[in-house]
T-cell receptor, first 115, second 112 residues
Framework: NAGVMQNPRHLVRRRGQEARLRCSPM?????VYWYRQLPEEGLKFMVY????????ESGMPKERFSAEFPKEGPSILRIQQVVRGDSAAYFC?????????????FGPGTRLTVL | AQTVTQSQPEMSVQEAETVTLSCTYD???????LFWYKQPPSRQMILVIR??????QNATENRFSVNFQKAAKSFSLKISDSQLGDAAMYFC?????????FGAGTILRVKS
């Protein structure tokens, strides 16, 4: 059973460009979480999605960031007009049911570098 | 708001020795989960151990065990018989509802 897949593993963008990060959850998992890890810091929750629904986006910056988890295909974290401060590792996790009472399985992360 | 504090930015241990990593958290909830994750240089997040807050018995996974003090809101990780492969960043995390709250991490170095 393949784990959580994220691509690309590394992404370089210039200021003002758009970044699209993809996450395919583990088979049978319908809940996806996105976290951001700034250099020298722990992971910070961004958003929680189920298929076609955003359940909790309390950790998402109000502008330029959006997330979706369509009925078919991977979850996408989209960052418009990237700035240098967006440089970070972005992790996706998935779980079979809603609560983090069960383990969240993490992907390998996407490292975004903004030049 | 829930917060997680790891007061040790960095720890060192001799191979085969025992080391304890500290973690405290703040919450008003009574039912929650606590986790220790390991992040090696590959940056992959690996679950080390999990503790249910309603269980008094401390969780154990092979060489890894926790000391869970609910009243003190303390959740330390003990690594016995340390191995070179244990060298990594370790994150303590609090789980409630649909999100995990992470501490800032402790870098563990293992000396041969």
């Amino acid at each position: 059973n393949a784990g959580v897949m994220q691509n690309p593993r590394h992404l370089v963008r210039r200021r003002g460009q758009e970044a699209r990060l993809r996450c395919s959850p583990m088979k049978g998992h319908s809940h996806v979480y996105w976290y951001r890890q700034l250099p020298e810091e722990g992971l910070k929750f961004m958003v929680y999605l189920q298929k076609e629904n955003i359940i909790d986006e309390s950790g998402m910056p109000k502008e330029r960031f959006s997330a979706e988890f369509p009925k078919e295909g991977p979850s996408i974290l989209r960052i418009q007009q990237v700035v240098r401060g967006d440089s970070a590792a972005y992790f996706c996790a998935s779980s079979p049911i809603r609560s983090s009472y069960n383990e969240q399985f993490f992907g390998p992360g996407t490292r975004l570098t903004v030049l | 708001a829930q917060t997680v504090t790891q007061s040790q930015p960095e720890m060192s241990v001799q191979e085969a020795e025992t080391v304890t990593l500290s973690c405290t958290y703040d919450t008003s909830e009574s039912d929650y989960y606590l986790f220790w994750y390991k992040q090696p240089p590959s940056r992959q997040m690996i679950l080390v151990i999990r503790q249910e807050a309603y269980k008094q018995q401390n969780a154990t996974e092979n060489r890894f065990s926790v000391n869970f003090q609910k009243a003190a809101k303390s959740f330390s990780l003990k690594i016995s018989d340390s191995q070179l492969g244990d060298a990594a960043m370790y994150f303590c995390a609090y789980g409630y509802g649909n999100k995990l709250v992470f501490g800032a991490g402790t870098i563990l170095r293992v000396k041969s």
